[in-house]
């Protein structure tokens, strides 16, 4: 949930899949399910990052997924505004990544 709340996904890339059972789970969540199933500390306490720049996903997208979480449910009491108004413009501005792709079919036309 949390990724797909920001947009931090790759469309047909990591967003594409037949199946997707922790998709609608903030990363909080996942974290105790995998806890819960006695998975190893070092993946379950591993911050999440892309595994490419070396930065975490939360400092990558300037926010931390607890904020977004709380933005999401609008317990925003006591956030700093200006917060909650970029986790607000992200949410936002990556709508279009969790539509399908609705491409127009062009048929050539028949000729006799």
Request: hydrophobic share 40%.
């Amino acid at each position: 949930m949390s990724e797909r709340l920001a947009g931090y996904f790759t469309l047909w890339g990591d967003g594409a899949g037949d199946f997707a059972p922790l998709a609608n789970l903030y990363v909080d969540e996942v974290v105790e399910l995998g806890k819960s199933l006695g998975l190893p500390a070092e993946l379950c306490d591993k911050a999440p990052s892309d595994g490419m720049s070396g930065k975490t996903d939360e400092d990558n997208l300037g926010f931390t997924y607890a904020d977004l979480r709380a933005v999401a449910e609008g317990k925003t009491d006591g956030m700093d505004a200006g917060k909650v108004e970029i986790i607000k413009k992200r949410i936002d501005g990556m709508a279009f990544k969790k539509k399908l792709l609705n491409l127009p079919c062009f048929l050539p036309s028949i000729r006799k």
